[in-house]
Nanobody, 126 residues
Framework: QVQLVESGGGLVQAGGSLRLSCAAS????????MGWFRQAPGLEREFVAA????????YYADSVNGRSTISRDNTKNTVYLQMNSLQPEDTAVYYC???????????????????WGQGTQVTVSS
């Protein structure tokens, strides 16, 4: 079992930046591939970014590639999502997720993740 708690969401103007954090507790953090997903009202949960167990490999959705950076600190049991040049379409609840069983082809599928945080709201005003 692992518990995930996101933080860092908020209200930001278009063009601004936010850094989301996800703190994990429970089973060894480094055994999990970590991902960020988001869900806007009325829409399905969508993949944003993922990082491998070691932190050496990262994966991004096309919609955020070049504007966002995912990273992790296994000594602090924390994964981060730095988001820049935010736009109103980035408004959503952002969720952190952990998976113990992933190939790189699976990082974008929510059903391949075992544990989820409660989410943090990101609102981008125009």
């Amino acid at each position: 079992q692992v518990q995930l708690v996101e933080s860092g969401g908020g209200l930001v103007q278009a063009g601004g930046s936010l850094r989301l954090s996800c703190a994990a507790s429970g089973r060894a953090f480094s055994v999990y591939t970590m991902g960020w997903f988001r869900q806007a009202p009325g829409l399905e949960r969508e993949f944003v970014a993922a990082v491998s167990r070691s932190g050496l490999s990262t994966y991004y959705a096309d919609s955020v590639n070049g504007r966002s950076t995912i990273s992790r600190d296994n000594t602090k049991n924390t994964v981060y999502l730095q988001m820049n040049s935010l736009q109103p379409e980035d408004t959503a609840v952002y969720y952190c997720a952990a998976s113990s069983l992933l190939s790189t082809a699976q990082v974008g599928f929510p059903n391949r993740y075992d544990y989820w945080g409660q989410g943090t709201q990101v609102t981008v005003s125009s």
